[in-house]
């Protein structure tokens, strides 16, 4: 009987990131043959049970015989060897949040039932370092030579604020503006391409943004504009952020601490990975055949 695919749809997009790593099977099979002496079949039964590992997935650090998908890569950077000496891991990240727990707990009851194909596994993780991977990855996604990186951080962020898989369809004809709005009932109302958000998501939007642009040249840029750390927490007040959230800290440092300590408790909870290795373990097996038969 063939296995069902396992499909990751019923997670909401925003809380899932998909990485593509590449693996040099010739690199791999000569860790075990030429360095270790080992024989073939027990190199191919050795690397039947391996999975990467995540400092190679986030590319903390990536190493051989792992590297990443480049369009014109076709040559193994460690060994030089081919393509067809490469296989594919294609790894799934879940920022979980109690909204959706239930569907993640179901989807992780699937992939358990295919132990040989996916390897799954649940790092401890704070909040607070789970928001700043998230940082880190809005950051590495986005370009900054022109100003559509603000409407990008924003949507990325309201859509993480409230996990769920409607947004594709709310937001399918696009969000030209993010406008502040004090008439809207919930967090946020989308109308003819404008996404009008609540004072509490507003001043969130513009914190991330000031975190993101924080590390680069020409620095905490907001759709407010460039503001210093003063002046963006005069413009959070003004807009009745702290109020909106509660925060009633009297000094601007300590009011700062805690919207992002608000901001980090309201995110995920944890993070799971999903490594499927089928690509892997075909291409294996494919070329330790060949191995065998010469
Ligand atoms: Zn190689």
């Known amino acids: 009987m063939k296995t069902p695919e396992v499909s990751f749809e019923s997670i909401p997009s925003s809380a899932i990131s998909k990485t593509t790593l590449r693996i040099c099977l010739k690199c791999a099979f000569d860790v075990f043959t030429k360095q270790l002496k080992l024989t073939p079949r027990t190199a ?24 990443f998908e480049e369009p014109d890569v076709d040559h193994c950077p460690y060994c030089n060897g081919t393509k067809r000496w490469f296989a594919q891991f294609h790894v799934t990240r879940i920022d979980a949040n109690p909204s959706f727990e239930k569907e993640r707990k179901k989807l992780w009851a699937a992939l358990k039932k295919q132990p040989e194909r996916y390897t799954i596994w649940s790092p401890e993780r704070t909040q607070m370092q789970i928001f700043s991977e998230w940082l880190e990855r809005l950051n590495r996604s986005l370009r900054f030579d022109d100003d559509s990186w603000l409407l990008e951080s924003a949507i990325s962020h309201i859509k993480r604020s409230a996990p769920s898989n409607d947004w594709d369809k709310v937001l399918a004809s696009g969000v030209r503006r993010v406008q502040l709005s004090r008439q809207v009932e919930d967090a946020w109302h989308y109308e003819d391409g404008w996404l009008y958000v609540s004072p509490a998501l507003y001043g969130d939007v513009i914190m991330v943004q000031h975190l993101i642009s924080r590390s680069h040249q020409h620095g905490g840029r907001t759709f407010e504009g460039r503001l210093t750390f003063q002046e963006l927490m005069r413009r959070l007040r003004r807009i ?6 509660g925060i009633t800290a ?45």
């Open 44 to 67: 191919y039964s050795e690397l039947k049970k391996h999975a990467p590992e995540e400092v190679d997935i986030t590319g903390a650090a990536t190493s051989r015989p792992h590297f």
């Open 240 to 245: 009745g952020y702290f109020e909106a959230k």
């Open 250 to 294: 009297n000094e601007p440092y300590e009011e700062f601490e805690e919207a992002i300590g608000r901001l980090v408790d309201s995110g995920p909870r944890a993070v799971y990975y999903a490594v499927d290795r089928k690509d892997y373990l075909n291409k294996l097996k494919a070329i330790y055949e060949k191995k065998r038969d010469k």
